[in-house]
Each structure stands twice: as C-alpha cells, then as structure tokens.
C-alpha cells in the first residue's frame, strides 16, 4: 500500500497540513518568506505540524481534534507548591503506566512535569521507540526544549537537585525523535497519566 504524502506549510496565506501539492503550492507560491516542508505521510506531517508551533486549524485533518493515539502521556502531581512530589507516564491511549517516580519529599508541578517528559525520552530512547510525547504543561514543554530546569527551589545537595542536574546533562547529549506536543485539556479532557486530585 502506498502512503500519500503531505506537506506542511508554517508560513503561507494559510498555514497547515495540505494532502496535495498543489494545495500547498497555493499557500506558499508569491508568499514573501514562505516555509514548508513535504512529509512521507500525514501523521507525520500533523506531528511535525504541531511540534514546530503550528495551532492553527489545519485543513482536512482530524488531528486538531484528536490526538495522535500511538503516543504517551506524561503528567506531575505536587501536594502543595512546593510540597510533596510525583509523576509518571502512561500509553495514552491504554493508560498503562510505563514508569512512576516519587513521592519525592520537596519539589514543584512544574519540576514535576519536566521530569516526567525527560523520563519518558529516556525510557523511549532505551526502547528505540520515536512515538509523540504529550504533556499539558506549556512551561515543562518549554523547559526542555531549553535543556534547562528554571526552577527557583533551592535544591542543591539534595536527591531531586541531582537528578535535575542528570535530566539536563541527558537533554544537552542526547538528541531525540519524539514530537513533544501540547495535551489540549478542553478538547480532550484530562491527561491520561492525570493523578486524579483536582
């Protein structure tokens, strides 16, 4: 079977994913600064669509409204911010657990979520598995494409401060194929690895 492929268009008249060429050649043909790009087939061209900051709505694609289901969900707990701290990852189609960590005695969500996502690259990287990640934290998102945990919590000297320190040095040497994307909470409800204690 022979897979179509698919063309992103980030900037054009209309930016999105386009199934033929001459839809994307519409968008971008006279566009002053254009950029697009062609993918081997449509969920590929959809993840790198959004992992690449693309939100606009996306012409005869349904995964604006649905997520990519071969995928893993990560999300952090904290009782108290800062307080005491968890997080884990799921299949997010199954919500199988893949991995759990904590309670860690000191930490904050955000510290959380970071930790979950470089754990689930880490445990994808064992694995050679190259599926989206998804996190509902735009800040833990931005964290790791920065290699850097911009906490203020003063946790030098302790077991969370060194695997930080650890997640960061993994960011800066190890390069990754895992579209990271953005869960979105009022389309599809909670995160599937959510704790539960909203």
């Given at each position: 079977m022979t897979r179509s492929k698919a063309y992103v268009v980030?900037?054009?008249?209309?930016?999105?994913?386009?199934?033929?060429?001459?839809?994307?050649?519409?968008?971008?043909?006279?566009?002053?600064?254009?950029?697009?790009?062609?993918?081997?087939?449509?969920?590929?061209a959809d993840r790198a669509f959004y992992e690449n900051g693309g939100d606009l709505p996306m012409p005869d694609s349904p995964s604006k409204t649905d997520y990519v289901r071969q995928s893993y969900a990560v999300d952090g707990a904290c009782s108290g911010n800062p307080g005491v701290m968890e997080y884990r990852g799921v299949l997010t189609e199954s919500g199988v657990e893949i991995f759990?960590?904590?309670?860690?005695?000191?930490?904050?969500?955000?510290?959380?979520?970071?930790?979950?996502?470089?754990?689930?690259?880490?445990?994808c990287a064992a694995r050679g598995c190259d599926w989206p990640i998804y996190s509902d934290s735009q800040i833990a998102l931005g964290w790791v494409q920065k290699r850097q945990c911009r906490t203020n919590l003063a946790l030098e000297n302790t077991p969370l401060g060194a695997e930080i320190r650890a997640a960061e040095r993994w960011l800066r040497t190890h390069p990754y194929p895992n579209p990271l994307l953005k869960w979105d909470t009022r389309r599809w409800g909670q995160i599937p690895a959510d704790f539960g204690r909203k």
């Open positions: 980030w900037r054009g008249r209309k930016p999105g994913v386009y199934r033929t060429w001459d839809d994307c050649w519409a968008q971008v043909r006279g566009f002053s600064g254009a950029q697009y790009k062609s993918y081997p087939d449509q969920a590929t759990h960590r904590g309670p860690y005695p000191l930490g904050t969500n955000n510290i959380a979520e970071f930790l979950a996502i470089v754990t689930a690259l880490q445990w």
